[in-house]
């Protein structure tokens, strides 16, 4: 899989028809371009509400020591995370963050050292917010989580109609409504979303378990969102066999358990995600087509309450908080900063054209798109 044709070699393919001298200048351009270029591929992935507190300062006691929260296991939780030192405690809740990714890559949104990372849209709930990550739109008239087929077009759904990438691009999510923010029906690759039968056409032996589990599994919330577990399997079993150039996975416990004010189960399926992005990593980094050329990205939709310690469990309009969010990224492009700690403003609406650019794209759409990242790479 050598030399895959990508935005930056096609734009460079069409000026080499122009005349012979141009074509010299253009094919130098490209030379220096293609030289540049190491991120082919990228994951995305997300924890639904999990907020930028619990990312930079782990356990908050504050929380556990409710007992309305602590489900009457605070011992537990406090062998499990505690530790007086923010930056200690931070590790035992977020290993993979916080060794790996902090180390070769980049992590934003602490707000006390002035990295402040923000949704742009005003309402602070997911459809908007996954609106916001994809397309890079915050339309206010995308304004409820039971929104019908998204209008506006993805960076994925463009990513997947460039020369290269078709046919490359899979979505996998919990929660059902990830068909109808990707428009499953139009958006032309596959998007496995709640208990959405996963491996296509084709599925393999370990997809058509997947399946099987988890048709049979508890359903907590109903038909809405099935347990990440099955999310995260399929969507490896993707990965590793149908080798995606543009992969997202929306992981959605987080956000589940905090609504229902269990602060054990909040941090376990943080802590669970953690250990399953270190697991996409380790396999990106074993794996030879995707080794050194692979860029991961992780971000959340929205935060939650903060001030007010009971506004922990809930986000919206009515919760202050909830627009502050946070992200973090890790490739061969990316300049290894670490924790960012200066003062800096970015917005969830810049995450689409970001992406894009990072595989060498400039992504257009028929609605506004904010302006990508600058800090990020090393070109
Ligand atoms: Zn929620």
């Known amino acids: ?151 506006h077009v993805s960076v994925f759904e463009f990513l997947n109609r460039q020369p290269g990438f078709e046919g490359r691009v899979a979505a ?52 809405d969102e099935c347990f990440d577990v099955f999310t995260h399997y399929a969507a490896m079993e993707w990965l590793k066999t149908r080798k995606p150039r543009v992969l997202y996975i929306g992981y959605g416990e987080t956000d589940e358990w905090a609504h229902e004010g269990k602060y054990k189960a909040y941090l376990a399926a943080a802590h669970q995600t953690d250990q399953w992005i270190r697991d996409i990593w380790k396999f990106v980094e074993g794996d030879a087509y995707y080794k050194d050329k692979t860029a991961l990205f992780v971000t959340v939709d929205h935060g939650r309450g903060d001030k007010q310690k009971d506004q922990w469990t809930s986000h919206g309009q009515s919760v202050g908080d909830s627009h502050e969010t946070w992200f973090g990224i890790l490739g061969p492009d990316i300049e290894a900063t670490g924790e960012a700690a200066t003062e800096s403003q970015v917005y969830a609406s810049q995450f689409a054209q970001t992406i894009a650019s990072l595989l060498g794209c400039s992504f257009v759409a028929d609605h506004p798109v904010g302006k990508r990242i600058e800090v990020l790479s090393r070109r």
């Open 1 to 151: 899989m050598k030399n895959l044709p990508d935005c930056t070699h096609t734009l460079a393919r069409t000026s080499c028809r122009t005349i012979l001298s141009a074509a010299l200048a253009v094919f130098m351009a490209f030379q220096a371009t293609h030289a540049q270029q190491e991120i082919e591929n990228i994951i995305v992935v997300t924890l639904d509400g999990f907020r930028w507190q619990e990312v930079f300062e782990g356990l908050d006691s504050a929380v556990a020591n409710q007992k309305r929260f602590h489900g009457g296991d605070s011992a537990y939780l406090f062998q499990k995370y505690w530790s007086p030192d923010p930056k200690i405690r931070r590790g035992l809740l977020l290993p993979f963050i916080w060794s790996t990714l902090v180390t070769r890559g980049q992590l934003h949104g602490n707000r006390r050292l002035g990295s402040n990372v923000d949704m742009a849209n005003p309402y602070w709930f997911s459809y908007p917010g996954y609106n916001e990550l994809f397309t890079g739109y915050p339309d206010s008239a995308v304004n409820s989580n039971s929104f019908p087929n998204n209008p």
């Open 172 to 223: 996998f999510g919990a929660w059902e409504a990830f068909s109808r923010i990707l428009n499953a029906p139009r958006c032309g690759f596959p998007v496995v979303a709640g208990f959405a039968d996963c491996g296509g056409m084709d599925p393999n032996a370990n997809e058509l378990l997947i399946n099987r589990i988890r048709r049979d599994s508890h359903k907590p919330w109903n038909e």
